[in-house]
């Protein structure tokens, strides 16, 4: 097949490198000021783009806005099949993805404000992606897999619903990174301070059925 010219080369990776930019500033821009707070202008400046690129590219703000929940999302996914859960017993996988889903919401804000800020709108957005439920399907297939091969070796107790349990590994979590301001202030205590994050896993897997709760998870 006959390469493009390089003209037109040059031209489709210049129209990618503006999608690029325009979506990373996008994200920032809706996590830290929500969809209703989110300015095109503000995204426009920060992506070194014009509003006619980002309605070309997205359809307009609402078209944006999904495509920047899509894009955290898909970070997520992308990270968490790299797992090499396969070559694990079934408790390391389990503990592995875990881990990693613990460290992955701590290094991610903006995915914790994107989310929380849709949950407030009772995901009217997100209903409207298709990619999402392709990018969140193989999560819950991985988990199944580590489930069923923990039930089959006698790890795991049989009857382990994989999206109840994920749910679970996510709140875990999440919830004191979505709530920690609240939380600061009604103990008193700063939730987003080093140390006190830094105590915060072990007491949070002892309490996840993936690792020690005996009577949760294995028999």
Not at 9 to 36: H, M, Q
Request: hydrophobic letters at 40%.
């Amino acid at each position: 097949m006959p390469q493009a010219p390089a003209a037109q080369r040059k031209k489709t990776r210049s129209a990618v490198d503006t999608r690029e930019r325009i979506l990373r500033a996008a994200v920032n821009e809706f996590a830290a000021k929500g969809f209703s707070g989110g300015r095109i202008e503000a995204i426009c400046k920060s992506a070194r783009a014009n509003i006619r690129m980002i309605y070309h590219h997205f359809g307009g703000k609402e078209g944006l806005y999904i495509a920047a929940l899509e894009e955290t999302l898909s970070e997520l996914r992308k990270e968490e099949l790299k797992l090499d859960v396969d070559g694990a017993s079934p408790m390391e996988a389990m503990l592995q993805l875990f881990e990693f889903t613990y460290e992955h919401f701590a290094a991610h804000p903006r995915l914790i404000s994107l989310l929380s800020g849709e949950n407030l709108l009772k995901a009217k957005f997100l209903k409207r992606s298709k990619r999402t439920p392709v990018i969140s399907s193989p999560v819950i297939a991985q988990l199944r897999k580590i489930v069923g091969r923990g039930e089959a070796g006698g790890q795991f107790r049989e009857g382990i619903d994989p999206l109840q349990l994920y749910v679970l590994i996510v709140s875990v979590s999440y919830f004191h990174l979505s709530n920690g301001h609240t939380l600061s202030v009604i103990f008193e205590k700063d939730i987003f301070n080093p140390d006190w994050l830094a105590d915060h896993p072990a007491p949070a897997a002892q309490s996840a059925p993936v690792s020690v709760t005996a009577s949760r998870v294995t028999r």
